[in-house]
């Protein structure tokens, strides 16, 4: 019995362009996993955390108000068009959180620590030391138990443009 002599070359080009097809399809994904994440650089390591994005005013303004939680390693990152102090408040937010402000470098300028505001109280706002262009939202006791410290350097994400 002969053999047909194209038959090896249609296999092996056959599975090169499935390789290639995977390739691309993994390298999409990568892509769209990378902007719904950031890394923190810290003494201990990096840390990537899942972050959903406030651009707009409306979304800077709400933030995470009214969410009874929000999930492990996760956050809201914020994008200000400028760097200047920031001021943040508890008004209608359920979740105590850790607030990191980070400059238009990336670097980890404060993090502090806010609880709730309480329905009958009148809600105190907390601006920053130093001025900001990004803000990071993550759980309260998070950057501790990251180690996230000021200094650290934060990957701005590719979505900003």
């Given at each position: 019995?002969?053999?047909?002599?194209?038959?090896?070359?249609?296999?092996?080009?056959?599975?090169?362009?499935?390789?290639?097809?995977?390739?691309v399809v993994y390298f999409q994904y990568?892509?769209?996993?990378?902007?719904?994440?950031?890394?923190?650089?810290?003494?201990?390591?990096?840390?990537?955390?899942?972050?959903?994005?406030?651009?707009?005013?409306?979304?800077?303004?709400?933030?995470?108000?009214?969410?009874?939680?929000?999930?492990?390693?996760s956050g809201m990152f914020f994008i200000f068009p400028d760097e200047k102090t920031?001021?943040?408040?508890m008004k209608d937010t359920l979740i105590p959180l850790d607030i990191i402000f980070i400059s238009s470098t990336g670097r980890v300028n404060e993090i502090t620590t806010l609880k709730p505001c309480r329905e009958n109280e009148i809600c105190q706002p907390y601006s920053s030391k130093m001025p900001a262009r990004y803000v990071l939202e993550i759980n309260a006791g998070a950057a501790e138990k990251w180690r996230i410290m000021e200094g650290d350097i934060l990957e701005i994400p590719k979505f900003e443009k």
């Open positions: 019995m002969l053999l047909d002599s194209k038959r090896p070359f249609y296999w092996i080009s056959g599975l090169i362009i499935f390789a290639l097809a995977i390739m990568q892509k769209t996993a990378d902007k719904n994440s950031t890394t923190v650089f810290t003494g201990a390591g990096p840390v990537k955390i899942k972050i959903e994005l406030a651009k707009t005013q409306e979304e800077l303004e709400k933030g995470l108000m009214n969410r009874p939680s929000l999930p492990k390693n920031r001021s943040f408040w």
